[in-house]
């Protein structure tokens, strides 16, 4: 399972909008340009990616003079959950666990998997909506090491 790289690049304009805007909602305005150039991403995916995320209330926009854009709530308050979200749709491993019902899969009726892709489900979208957005400045704690499996007894190497 990947992320889109429209997915990815949204995560990554949402931290450069925080930084440039401030954490909280009522920050500084930027433009969907400020942060193509500050991230790297081409601007008119930028402006793609302002749109999705205004209209899923990420971002708010003020037109005119002096109009930008800026986060529409602070970022301790939006996860990564939300930003995949408001690009990709609803999270979901397979078809079957989609919330609007619309699948179609011919084993449905006798399928003995299809009850645990549910909770899988939800504990992939419940990790991602446990990063928020004001996380992802902080830097990450080191991983710590993997230790090398015991050696079994007898085994020679």
Do not use: F, Y
């Amino acid at each position: 399972m990947r992320l889109s790289s429209l997915s990815d690049q949204a995560v990554v304009l949402m931290q450069a909008a925080s930084t440039r805007c401030g954490a909280h909602a009522a920050g500084s305005l930027t433009s969907a340009a400020e942060l193509a150039a500050a991230t790297g991403i081409h601007v008119p995916t930028a402006q793609k990616l302002v749109s999705l995320l205004t209209r899923a209330g990420l971002l708010k926009s003020a037109r005119g003079a002096g109009g930008g854009i800026r986060l529409a709530r602070p970022a301790a308050a939006i996860s990564l959950a939300d930003v995949v979200e408001a690009v990709e749709g609803p999270i979901a491993l397979t078809a079957c666990v989609e919330k609007d019902g619309h699948h179609s899969c011919e084993r449905e009726a006798a399928c003995a998997v299809r009850p645990h892709w549910g909770p899988v489900n939800d504990a992939v979208r419940g990790a991602l909506a446990h990063v928020s957005l004001a996380s992802l400045a902080v830097p990450p704690l080191p991983a710590a090491p993997i230790s090398a499996p015991m050696p079994v007894e007898g085994a020679t190497l």
